[in-house]
């Protein structure tokens, strides 16, 4: 049995550039990993956890959260001015991913796009990218022959987006390009708090990052932020399966080099 640990980000929209690369991008990832994978992550995160709780005095029960480790929030505050402290714990904790195994597939849709081209028509964008991101992880085990349990942080409309799921392998097939019946997913979903298993944790710092690192422009010269994010992404980036990509539905482009382009 593969575990699939899924969580969802969104970027925000560029209000000069309204349709630019990396900007306004409802993301869903899925960190899938073996019980073997699963218990190197728990185990290294939760070492980690410790180091720093004894090093730098964060809370001993912290959760692992992309959005309050980047900025000092919450149960990071502690961290607020350590920009260099705070970027290696960032990429210890990658570095933990990549060490186990595990595979992350990213999908994602430049949400102003979306409702661009399909308007009245246009699906919610945290399931158009769900529904991408499982027909990709189902994909996989399909290939290895094996079922997938999906955990994934709670959500407000969890039940319509497990519905939907429960649908398409009733019909038979998804919707779109590339349908699937989605055969190897096992109903129902666990939805759980992403604090109480460090599955969603990993998912939730990797994606975060992949996310500020997809507007990024490489083109033009790097601030130190920058440069931190993507020393970070450089360490998980093997481990991003090349199933993961963008959808620009106004382009009719699927990118799936949207960090390839940041080598």
């Not at 942080?153 to 009733?170: C, F």
């Not at 991003?240 to 990509?245: L, M, T, V, Y």
């Amino acid at each position: 049995m593969l575990l699939a640990y899924i969580d969802e980000s969104h970027t925000q929209r560029c209000a000069k550039e309204p349709n630019r690369h990396g900007y306004d991008v409802y993301y869903v990832g899925c960190l899938l990993a073996t019980p073997a994978q699963a218990a190197v992550i728990d185990n290294g995160l939760d070492d980690l956890l410790k180091q720093v709780h004894h090093k730098f005095g964060v809370p001993s029960n912290a959760e692992f959260h992309g959005q309050c480790m980047f900025q000092y929030k919450d149960d990071w505050k502690c961290m607020k001015g350590m920009h260099r402290q705070s970027a290696g714990i960032y990429r210890a904790a990658m570095r933990i991913l990549a060490d186990s195994g595990a595979r992350l597939v990213i999908r994602g849709v430049h949400v102003g796009q979306l409702q661009g081209r399909y308007r009245k028509h246009a699906h919610n964008p945290h399931q158009v990218s769900l529904q991408h991101c499982l027909e990709r992880v189902n994909m996989i085990a399909e290939q290895e022959r094996d079922d997938v349990s999906v955990m994934a942080d709670k959500v407000a409309d969890q039940t319509a987006q497990e519905g939907q799921i429960a649908r398409y392998q009733l019909i038979g097939n998804t919707e779109g390009y590339f349908p699937s019946d989605l055969a190897r997913i096992k109903m129902p979903f666990q939805w759980v708090d992403s604090r109480t298993l460090y599955g969603l944790q990993m998912i939730d710092m990797a994606l975060f990052m992949c996310g500020r690192a997809g507007g990024i422009d490489g083109a033009k010269r790097l601030n130190d932020g920058d440069k931190a994010v993507l020393k970070i992404v450089d360490v998980i980036r093997p481990a991003i399966a090349p199933q993961s990509a963008v959808w620009y539905p106004m382009e009719k482009r699927t990118d799936y080099g949207f960090l390839n382009r940041l080598v």
